[in-house]
Nanobody, 124 residues
Framework: QVQLAESGGGLVQTGGSLRLSCVASGRTFSRIAMGWFRQAPGKEREFVAAISWSGGSTSYADSLKGRFTISRNNAKNTVYLQMNSLKPEDTAVYYC?????????????????WGQGTQVTVSS
C-alpha cells in the first residue's frame, strides 16, 4: 500500500507560480514512477505530468508543456510540480498518483494510488 500526501496549493493571481509537493510512503519511492493529475469543477480528471523512477524521463500533457515542470527528490520521497505563468483555467484540485506496476509507459500513465488532492485557484 502506498500513501501519498500533496501540499503547496493555494490562491494565486494570473501569471503567478506555485510549486506542489507530494510525499510518498509505504513503498520504495526510488523504484516507482509518479504523476500528477488535475480535476476542475464539472470536468473529468486529466493527466498533467509523469516522471520515471530515476527522474530521467518525463511526460506532459501537450497543453501544459513549457509552463509546468515535474521533478523528484528520491532522498526525500517527494515529487514536485512547478507551475508557472498560471491561468484561471489551471484552477483545479491537483492529485499525485502512482501505478501499482513498476513497469510504466509514461505516455499512458495511470494511477492506482492517489493522494487526497490540493486545491489550486488562479484568480483573474
Amino acid at each position: 500500500q502506498v500513501q501519498l500526501a500533496e501540499s503547496g496549493g493555494g490562491l494565486v493571481q494570473t501569471g503567478g507560480s506555485l510549486r506542489l509537493s507530494c510525499v510518498a510512503s509505504g513503498r520504495t519511492f526510488s523504484r516507482i514512477a509518479m504523476g500528477w493529475f488535475r480535476q476542475a469543477p464539472g470536468k473529468e480528471r486529466e493527466f498533467v505530468a509523469a516522471i520515471s523512477w530515476s527522474g530521467g524521463s518525463t511526460s506532459y500533457a501537450d497543453s501544459l508543456k513549457g509552463r509546468f515542470t515535474i521533478s523528484r527528490n528520491n532522498a526525500k520521497n517527494t515529487v514536485y510540480l512547478q507551475m508557472n505563468s498560471l491561468k484561471p483555467e489551471d484552477t483545479a484540485v491537483y492529485y499525485c498518483a502512482t501505478p501499482d506496476s513498476l513497469t510504466v509507459n509514461l505516455n499512458a500513465f495511470r494511477g492506482d494510488y492517489w493522494g487526497q488532492g490540493t486545491q489550486v485557484t488562479v484568480s483573474s
